[in-house]
Each structure stands twice: as structure tokens, then as C-alpha cells.
């Protein structure tokens, strides 16, 4: 935590820490309160056998912010991330005033072969192979193959990714990815969506980031996240991976500095929100197989 002026939450995506934002961190906390967790059983955080929902982190969120006395934030989510910061706006509209999605996780069931995979029995001894230090040498050494655009490759993002599934060798931190990953995945891809409540978020002033050469999450998701996130705005990162803030971190700094120059916090209205939770929808964006 860092900085002074209008609150701003940094959410990680999934596997990754607080780390994630170095790139940005210190400029953006020239202009505001920056705070950027660790979420539970992730980084330097406890890793205890509990709930690791998508809900859960949200709540473990608004907590962090009472604890701080912080009523109201603009919340940042990057991957996983991008999921609990929905999370948290459709939970407490109250005390979110925007969102920003970072090639976030909830808007179809696309997500990389290797997530979904986790998911299957017999995931942990896998992983615990996979993160043994002969195989990570070896991967290492594959890195050509496996950084290759297309198909399951990782592109520019390999380096870090490799560093950061390299974390679960430890059995407490695997478990904890597990437990996470298995809330919001499964062999059929992402389970956790925003397809069917995106309407709620139709006075929330909302910013979408995204890569067009996301291995990770497809970059046809920011095109749904657009279509259901009424007066979204989306910035579009050409040749990009999962990471836009790490590929272009001065261009991610300006967004975020533009977007909230130029746009008015949420009000939160108890009686509108009411009405709006009581409003049947039944024109959300179709998900076929493949999304």
C-alpha cells in the first residue's frame, strides 16, 4: 500500500501475487492510494484448507478495505482478479465506484488448455512433477516450443508464467492453487460468468484491457466483456499476451489515469439497484462450446 489520493484495489489473477503490479505500481501510487494484496493462499499470504470462491475472495476484499477505512474504490482486476473485482460489485455496488478488467476471467468458458486440465483427478502429483527442478530445467530448454504463438503456446508471457507455476512445488501453495482453481474451472473451461448480471453494472463506469495475443483467456473475451458492461470503454494492447500492464506498463498507467479524470464515481442508489435486481433478463450474450 502506497501513494495518496482516491483509493485503488490491485486484484492478481490466479497463481500470480501482488508482484504482478511492480511494473506499475509505483506511478500509478504519484496520483493514488495504491493497495495491492496478496489474496488468500497466494504470495505471502495464509494458505489455510478454507473457501477459496470467487465470493469468498470478494468478501476477503471488503474486509481488507474496513480494516484500512476505506469506504469506496475503483477496483483493478487482472485474470482471476478481473473475476473477484465483478465479484465485488455485484456484492457490495456500494463501495465500488469503477471497474477496470485486465484480461479477465468470467466472461465465457474459454481459458488455456493446462486450467482446465488442472482440474481433473490426479491433478496435484502431476503439478508436483511438472514443478520438480529437472522438468522446469527442461521446459526452460523448451522454451522455443512452448513460446510459439498459437495453439497452447505462451508467447511472451512464458517466462513469467514458467516462474510462476514454478511456486507450486511447495504442496501448500498447490494445494491452495487447487482448491482456487476448482471454484472457477472446470474440464469444460471457466465456470464462473458475468454473462447473466452484466446489466447491473449499467451506471458503473467500467474499463476493459485486453491483449490480442492472450494465451491465457481468449481475446475474443473483451469483446463480450464490451457487449455486456453497458458504456464500457476497451483498450485494446495489439500483440499483447495476458499481461498488457507488464507489455506496456507507461500505456496501462495513462489509461487508468485518463479513465479516471474523465469519468464520475458510482452512486449507489438503493432503490434503483432494487428495481435492477428484480428485472428479469433474457437477452445476455449466448456462450456456445467454444467461448
Same mark, same amino acid.
Given at each position: 500500500?502506497?501513494?495518496?489520493?482516491?483509493?485503488?484495489?490491485?486484484? !492478481?489473477?490466479?497463481?500470480?501475487?501482488?508482484?504482478?503490479?511492480?511494473?506499475?505500481?509505483?506511478?500509478?501510487?504519484?496520483?493514488?492510494?495504491?493497495?495491492?494484496?496478496?489474496?488468500?493462499?497466494?504470495?505471502?499470504?495464509?494458505?489455510?484448507?478454507?473457501?477459496?470462491?470467487?465470493?469468498? #475472495?470478494?468478501?476477503?476484499?471488503?474486509?481488507?478495505?474496513?480494516?484500512?477505512?476505506?469506504?469506496?474504490?475503483?477496483?483493478?482486476? /487482472?485474470?482471476?482478479?478481473?473475476?473477484?473485482?465483478?465479484?465485488?460489485?455485484?456484492?457490495?455496488?456500494?463501495?465500488?465506484?469503477?471497474?477496470?478488467?485486465?484480461?479477465?476471467?468470467?466472461?465465457?468458458?474459454?481459458? !488455456?488448455?493446462?486450467?482446465?486440465?488442472? $482440474?481433473?483427478?490426479?491433478?496435484?502429483?502431476?503439478?508436483?512433477?511438472?514443478?520438480?527442478?529437472?522438468?522446469?530445467?527442461? +521446459?526452460?530448454?523448451?522454451?522455443?516450443?512452448?513460446?510459439?504463438?498459437?495453439?497452447?503456446?505462451?508467447?511472451? &508471457?512464458?517466462?513469467?508464467?514458467?516462474?510462476?507455476?514454478?511456486?507450486?512445488?511447495? *504442496?501448500?501453495?498447490?494445494?491452495? @492453487?487447487?482448491?482456487? +482453481?476448482? $471454484?472457477?474451472?472446470?474440464?469444460?473451461?471457466?465456470?464462473?460468468?458475468?454473462? &447473466?448480471?452484466?446489466?447491473?453494472?449499467?451506471?458503473?463506469?467500467?474499463?476493459?484491457?485486453?491483449?490480442? =495475443?492472450?494465451?491465457?483467456?481468449? @481475446?475474443?473475451?473483451?469483446?463480450?466483456?464490451?457487449?455486456? +458492461? *453497458?458504456?464500457?470503454?476497451? =483498450?485494446? %494492447?495489439?500483440?499483447?499476451? /495476458? @499481461?498488457? !500492464?507488464?507489455?506496456?506498463?507507461?500505456? %496501462?498507467?495513462?489509461?487508468?489515469?485518463? %479513465?479516471?479524470? /474523465?469519468?464520475?464515481?458510482?452512486? #449507489?442508489?438503493?432503490?434503483?439497484?432494487?428495481?435492477?435486481?428484480?428485472?428479469?433478463?433474457? &437477452?445476455? *450474450? =449466448?456462450?456456445?462450446?467454444?467461448?
Amino acid at each position: 500500500m502506497a501513494g495518496s489520493g482516491p483509493p485503488l484495489l490491485l486484484i !492478481h489473477g490466479i497463481a500470480d501475487s501482488s508482484q504482478t503490479w511492480d511494473p506499475v505500481f509505483d506511478e500509478l501510487a504519484e496520483h493514488y492510494t495504491v493497495i495491492a494484496p496478496d489474496l488468500l493462499g497466494h504470495g505471502r499470504s495464509a494458505k489455510p484448507r478454507a473457501d477459496y470462491a470467487v465470493a469468498a #475472495y470478494a468478501c476477503g476484499m471488503r474486509d481488507l478495505l474496513t480494516v484500512l477505512g476505506v469506504d469506496r474504490v475503483t477496483l483493478v482486476g /487482472h485474470s482471476l482478479g478481473g473475476g473477484v473485482a465483478l465479484q465485488f460489485a455485484y456484492q457490495f455496488p456500494e463501495r465500488c465506484e469503477r471497474l477496470v478488467l485486465v484480461s479477465s476471467a468470467g466472461m465465457g468458458r474459454g481459458v !488455456h488448455p493446462a486450467f482446465r486440465a488442472a $482440474t481433473l483427478p490426479g491433478a496435484d502429483p502431476a503439478i508436483s512433477l511438472l514443478t520438480a527442478a529437472p522438468v522446469l530445467a527442461a +521446459l526452460k530448454l523448451l522454451s522455443p516450443v512452448l513460446r510459439r504463438r498459437g495453439g497452447v503456446g505462451l508467447g511472451d &508471457d512464458l517466462d513469467y508464467i514458467l516462474r510462476l507455476y514454478g511456486n507450486l512445488a511447495n *504442496p501448500t501453495a498447490r494445494q491452495s @492453487f487447487l482448491r482456487t +482453481l476448482r $471454484t472457477a474451472a472446470d474440464p469444460y473451461g471457466q465456470a464462473i460468468t458475468m454473462r &447473466d448480471r452484466g446489466y447491473l453494472a449499467a451506471s458503473m463506469p467500467a474499463m476493459i484491457m485486453w491483449g490480442t =495475443e492472450d494465451p491465457v483467456i481468449p @481475446f475474443r473475451h473483451a469483446e463480450v466483456a464490451h457487449s455486456i +458492461l *453497458p458504456g464500457s470503454q476497451l =483498450e485494446i %494492447f495489439e500483440g499483447a499476451g /495476458h @499481461f498488457p !500492464h507488464h507489455t506496456d506498463p507507461a500505456r %496501462f498507467v495513462k489509461i487508468i489515469r485518463t %479513465f479516471l479524470l /474523465h469519468t464520475d464515481p458510482a452512486e #449507489y442508489d438503493r432503490t434503483h439497484w432494487q428495481a435492477l435486481l428484480r428485472t428479469t433478463r433474457l &437477452d445476455a *450474450p =449466448e456462450e456456445s462450446s467454444g467461448s
